[in-house]
């Protein structure tokens, strides 16, 4: 368990803030594992919601399915509906929104090693590759090839990289 919960803190290096957060929403993800752990983190899901939606600013549902390696700088405003899924080692910044668009609950699905810039909205069934960059401002409504820089309302890519060999 103690793992589960500290899989984000060698991402958040130098970001306090980041590291309170992610160990925060691990333990709180626990809860969603079901059984006696539920029973038991209860109250706990209570203080999570209290704590780091109304006083801290940052949706964070505690069911969100991520993966680990997951930074978040800042934090304030940030948005994320509980059907996304986001891949490991991403980065989310400030004032972003991530979810469905309204029609649907269908969330966007977000590939490993995607960097998210402040102030991004993605929304609607889409697909974000690996190794991704979205621009800060960006809104994207349509999905996102792997190894794409993407920019702008609505976003477009503007460069496309070769995957790095190893």
């Known amino acids: 368990m103690i793992t ?12 306090s ?9 691990r333990i709180a993800s626990y809860y969603s594992r ?20 109304f006083i801290l600013g940052t949706e964070i549902p505690h069911d969100l399915k991520a993966g680990k390696g997951l930074r978040v700088f800042h934090g304030q405003a940030l948005v994320v509906h ?11 910044r400030q004032s972003t929104t991530i979810g469905n668009n309204g029609s649907s609950d269908s969330c966007p699905v977000i ?20 190794h991704v960059k979205i621009g800060a401002g960006s809104v ?10 993407a ?3 609505p976003a477009r890519i503007i460069r496309q990289t070769e995957p790095e060999l190893a």
């Open 140 to 149: 994207v409504v349509k999905s996102i090839p792997s190894y794409s820089v």
């Open 82 to 92: 509980s059907n996304t899924v986001l891949g490991s080692d991403c980065t989310l």
């Open 4 to 15: 589960y919960i500290f899989q984000d803190w060698k991402s958040n290096q130098q970001n």
């Open 34 to 53: 079901g059984g006696i752990v539920s029973l038991l983190l209860f109250p706990y899901i209570i203080f999570y919601k209290i704590l780091v939606n």
């Open 111 to 130: 590939g490993n090693h995607v960097d998210i810039g402040a102030n991004v909205c993605i929304i609607g069934d889409i697909r974000i590759g690996d």
């Open 151 to 153: 920019v702008g309302n």
């Open 17 to 25: 803030r980041g590291r309170f957060l992610m160990v925060l929403f």
